[in-house]
């Protein structure tokens, strides 16, 4: 009898061990569970809160462009002495107020630090300069008079060449021209000066 007491003595201790054993497997299974369960909350609001601060930098850096693309559209269409709808000519004008006029319309084509009135590059215009450079005697006759008959024909091919010889003439120091808008950019100065 004493070895069946032994037996289920150590038949009993052998089940709570186990049953021990059981248990302390399963809380450590529980607090894995847990733990990862923690570990993926925390996670989650990392990323959450990752994906909020790129988003911050996002609109940050979308003002910083806007604000970069309106000064940049500000300095390629900003006009400094005035925009003017009718030239002012007759044929009374002299050269240097027909070569202001011409000089003021070469602005809506070209690319230059610094832009000091414009008047519309219309036919309408060309053609009263044109007339006006025709019937002249003046020193440059011929060349305004190739000039405004290639704007005529719509030949803006020499613009910028065009705009820095009057640009010299006037002794300019500021605004010369060193490139030609693009037909886009041609037309925001259109819109945000003459219309």
């Known amino acids: 009898m004493k070895k069946t007491q032994k037996v289920l003595l150590i038949s009993g201790i052998s089940a709570v061990a186990l049953f021990g054993v059981g248990v302390a497997s399963f809380k450590i299974m529980e607090n894995s569970n847990e733990y990862e369960k923690a570990q993926l ?10 994906i909020e601060r790129e988003r911050e930098d996002e609109k940050i850096e979308a003002k910083r462009e806007a604000k970069a693309k309106a000064a940049e559209l500000e300095a390629k269409t900003a006009i400094y002495d005035g925009i003017e709808f009718e030239t002012g000519l007759d044929e ?19 690319r230059s630090q610094d832009k000091w009135g414009a008047i519309p590059m219309s036919p309408k215009i060309i053609e009263e300069v044109y007339k006006i450079v025709d019937s002249s005697d003046f020193q440059h006759r011929d060349r305004l008079l190739s000039i405004a008959a290639r704007w ?44």
């Open 92 to 110: 009374g004008s002299t050269e240097t107020e027909v070569m202001d006029v011409m000089h003021k319309m070469t602005h809506q084509k070209v």
């Open 41 to 50: 909350v925390m996670e989650a609001r990392e990323a959450k809160e990752q």
């Open 152 to 195: 005529r024909d719509f030949d803006f091919s020499t613009i910028v060449q065009d705009h820095n010889f009057f640009w010299e003439d006037k002794e300019g120091t500021v605004g010369k021209a060193h490139g030609t808008l693009s037909r886009a950019e041609e037309v925001e100065f259109i819109e945000v000066n003459f219309k």
